[in-house]
């Protein structure tokens, strides 16, 4: 386990994550570190991309993600947790707490993609706590309306059911409304919310709590979106169990979805008790200590 000597580097931004739940951090990664993400990414999406799943299961989808947290073992997974500050940012993010890697999504939007509807992490997975992070990372320069956008401190307020990416309507419920209220079609109401949206560049990591509420904007006819992203948690996040889900027929909201939930994004959950800490689990790996 690497340890991390910028300890307290980040701090600045820590207080601006614990309040709203969103930070930007602008040239967090240098080109070296950037460079090697856009390796990884190249060299996994487009050699598994039969294995990355369609946002949405109407057949004319352009966003597409692949998700992992079984790549403890792999050079990949190795050398970006070694060579990259990621870790190091997650942890000054967590106060300096035991930092544990979780899962890693790519995300690829191709040219004229809707959005990505908005939803909650936290009502996909079942974990809770101040030590969860995730970090948004483009691998090209964006302009605002082409970003991630994090509703500042949604976190702390209510969690909604997950919408299940139904295209006809972005607030269909994943779970039974009498467990968890219906998302707001917060598109059609986007001045009542605050949204925080701003233009990136290459290196900069937008780091966001899971319970915020989330979307990624539009892409244009002529972009290709391709963005990076890392969760994280502390020894202060704890298993927090959700409802079971509907009986959703073939209504399914992506192309694989549930055995994804199955077989990856859920995986390690199941050694654990409601409440207790997620790093009790042996599922993850400590990636760095508390100091
Ligand atoms: O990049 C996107 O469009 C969505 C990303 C997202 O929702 C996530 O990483 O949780």
């Known amino acids: 386990m690497a340890t991390n000597p910028d300890l307290g580097h980040y701090s600045p931004y820590k207080a601006r ?3 709203d739940g969103v930070v930007l951090i602008p040239g967090a990664l240098n080109e070296a570190e950037m460079s090697l993400l856009e390796q990884c990414y190249e060299s996994h999406f487009n050699a598994d991309k039969q294995l990355a799943e369609r946002m949405y299961g109407d057949g ?3 966003i597409y993600f692949l998700t992992d947290n079984t790549i ?4 990949r997974y190795q050398r970006l947790m070694a060579e990259t500050r990621i870790a190091d940012i997650a942890q000054d993010l967590f106060g300096g707490h035991d930092t544990y890697y979780y899962l890693e999504q790519m995300w690829n939007k191709t040219g004229g993609a809707r959005r990505t509807a908005w939803h909650q992490d936290t009502a996909y ?3 809770k706590g101040p030590g969860l992070v995730i970090f948004w990372i483009p691998l090209e320069p964006l302009y605002a309306e082409n970003v991630l956008e994090v509703i500042r401190r949604s976190h702390k307020q209510t969690l909604f059911n997950a919408p299940m990416y139904d295209p006809k309507d972005h607030t269909e419920p994943l779970y039974d409304e009498r467990d968890l209220p219906r998302i707001p079609n917060i598109e ?5 919310w605050d949204i925080f949206s701003t233009p990136m560049q290459r290196g900069d990591v937008l780091a966001f709590h899971p319970g915020c509420i989330h979307g990624g904007a539009p892409t244009r006819p002529d972009q290709v979106r391709r963005s990076y992203t890392f969760r994280f948690f502390s020894d202060e996040a704890w298993f927090s169990p959700l409802p079971g889900k509907r009986d959703l027929g073939q209504n399914r909201f992506s192309n694989q979805r549930q055995d994804t939930d199955d077989r990856i994004v859920l995986k390690g959950f199941e050694q654990l ?3 207790d800490l997620l790093c009790q689990s042996n599922e993850w790996e400590r990636v760095r200590a508390a100091v």
């Open 17 to 19: 994550f614990d309040e």
């Open 60 to 62: 004319k989808d352009e």
């Open 188 to 192: 059609n109401e986007r001045e009542k």
């Open 273 to 275: 008790k409601p409440g």
């Open 72 to 75: 403890r073992a792999g050079e």
């Open 125 to 127: 997975i079942p974990f």
